[in-house]
């Protein structure tokens, strides 16, 4: 079975400050796909980034960073320097190879102006 | 290109009533998906069909029937409406997901209402 887990049901912060969505997720497999969404107020899903299990590399994206530990079961997701139009519902989702993704229960964060 | 689309964004149901969601991607993709979305649950899968002709149960299938009518199109029914299916319904689409695997795309949900 394959279990995520967002520990952060809600963050609140002040614009400007650096804020990390923690992931942990549960897996047997060792090919697995992990995922981030953010889903903004105005309720569609938006594809974030993919990794694959064998790519231990940490990658940003401008203000957007994501580290993946294999050894702690972790893909967390780091912004930098928030923004406003950053305040969403985040998921973080695993897939094993051929198999459903599965989503964590998301974590609302907002950024206060 | 549209991506994927839904209809239609709202509904309101009577339990006991049945009714049919859409969806559609222009993205020629070969599997879609049908999820539901409760509050402080996430999403959870429905149905998922892997390519035209299959369709497959996901976690919570039970009071819905799914087609996939050919490439484009998946839809998703309710015969007897509950209001346990009060829910945002999202549609998704992505390549394929066997061996290696492909972002899905969402569409813009249907938030459903039973009363």
């Known amino acids: 079975a394959q279990k995520v887990t967002q520990a952060q049901t809600e963050i609140s912060v002040v614009e400007k400050e650096d804020v990390t969505l923690d992931c942990v997720y549960e897996?047997?497999?060792?090919?697995?796909?992990l995922f981030w969404y953010k889903q903004p107020p105005s309720g569609e899903l938006v594809f974030l980034i993919r990794?694959?299990?064998?790519?231990?590399q940490n990658e940003i994206s401008g203000r957007y960073s994501w580290n993946f530990q294999k050894s702690t079961s972790s893909f967390n997701f780091t912004i930098t320097a928030s923004q406003v139009v950053d305040s969403a519902v985040y998921f973080c989702?695993?897939?094993?190879?051929?198999?459903?993704?599965?989503f964590g229960e998301g974590t609302q964060l907002t950024v206060n102006p | 290109n549209a991506g994927v689309t839904q209809t239609p964004k709202f509904q309101v149901l009577k339990t006991g009533q049945s009714m049919t969601l859409q969806c559609a991607q222009d993205?020629?993709?070969?599997?879609m998906y049908w999820y539901r979305q409760d509050p402080g649950m996430g999403l959870r899968l429905i149905y998922y069909?892997?390519?035209?002709?299959?369709?497959d149960k996901g976690e919570v299938p039970n009071g819905y029937n799914v087609s996939r009518l050919n490439k484009r199109e998946f839809s998703l029914r309710l015969e007897s409406a509950a209001p346990s299916q009060t829910s945002v319904y999202f549609c998704?689409?992505?390549?394929?997901?066997?061996?290696?695997?492909?972002?899905?795309?969402f569409g813009p949900g249907t938030r459903l209402t039973v009363t």
């Open positions: 993205m020629n993709h070969n599997s």
């Open positions: 998704a689409s992505s390549e394929r997901p066997t061996r290696a695997s492909y972002e899905q795309y």
């Open positions: 069909s892997a390519s035209e002709g299959t369709t």
């Open positions: 897996t047997r497999d060792t090919t697995y796909y």
């Open positions: 990794r694959n299990s064998f790519d231990e």
């Open positions: 989702a695993l897939q094993t190879s051929g198999s459903r993704l599965t």
